[in-house]
């Protein structure tokens, strides 16, 4: 079975400060991984996505991820957080096919301090 | 603009009423699937169809069921609603084929059964 784990349930950074999220996958073949980001009162939004190639994929509004096969990780960063960053972030895995499903982490809420 | 939406984003019904939630996506996409997220939990799949007419239980089917008539449309059914189904609820939708392809969200509907 799929699964994953976000182990940081609330993170709070200063603005301009550097941010990493935690996002570890058990998923028995290739992985597809994906990270969202929900704003207040908001559907999610794509962050970045990784299936193959270079382990260090960049996104949208300044995010990278990192796919470290060994650790079975996949975490988020930011090298300069700014306070429009403030939300809830989901690490999700999947398979191809056309019945894949997506198994979302159970979160990580992000504050940003003045 | 890729869109999905969804009918209510607020939604406040009776213990024992019959409930839809509908969803309209305009990307010509596949698959479609509703969520449900409860704080700490995640992101968890009650139902998915792949196509018109097609559907799949996800991993909270009980108390749901869901109907797929046009492509465009996926509609959410609490058959009973009850207060445990007090939540926020998410239809997504997904371009099938192979290749990485997101699942693009909805603004969602909170749904409170009293």
């Known amino acids: 079975a799929q699964s994953v784990t976000q182990p940081d349930i609330h993170i709070t950074v200063s603005e301009g400060a550097s941010l990493e999220l935690r996002c570890n996958y058990s998923?028995?073949?290739?992985?597809?991984l994906f990270w969202y980001v929900q704003s207040p009162g908001q559907g999610l939004q794509l962050l970045l996505k990784?299936?193959?190639?270079?382990?260090l994929v960049q996104g949208i509004k300044g995010f990278e991820a990192e796919f470290k096969r060994s650790q079975s990780s996949f975490n988020l960063r930011k090298p300069s957080v700014h306070w429009s960053d403030a939300a809830e972030y989901f690490c999700?895995?999947?398979?191809?096919?056309?019945?894949?499903?997506?198994?979302f982490g159970t979160g990580t809420r992000l504050q940003v301090t003045l | 603009d890729v869109k999905v939406t969804q009918s209510s984003r607020y939604l406040v019904k009776r213990t024992g009423e019959k409930v839809f939630l509908e969803c309209v996506q305009d990307?010509?996409?596949?698959?479609m699937f509703w969520y449900r997220q409860d704080p700490g939990l995640g992101l968890r799949l009650i139902y998915f169809?792949?196509?018109?007419?097609?559907?799949e239980k996800g991993d909270i089917p009980e108390g749901y069921s869901v109907s797929r008539e046009k492509k465009e449309r996926f509609s959410l059914i609490l058959e009973s609603a009850s207060t445990n189904q007090t939540s926020m609820y998410l239809c997504?939708?997904?371009?099938?084929?192979?290749?990485?392809?997101?699942?693009?969200f909805g603004p969602g509907t909170r749904l409170t059964v009293t």
């Open positions: 997504a939708s997904r371009q099938a084929g192979t290749g990485i392809h997101e699942q693009y």
């Open positions: 998923y028995g073949a290739t992985p597809y």
């Open positions: 990784y299936f193959s190639g270079d382990t």
């Open positions: 999700a895995v999947g398979g191809s096919g056309t019945a894949s499903k997506l198994t």
């Open positions: 990307m010509d996409h596949e698959n």
């Open positions: 169809s792949y196509d018109v007419k097609m559907k």
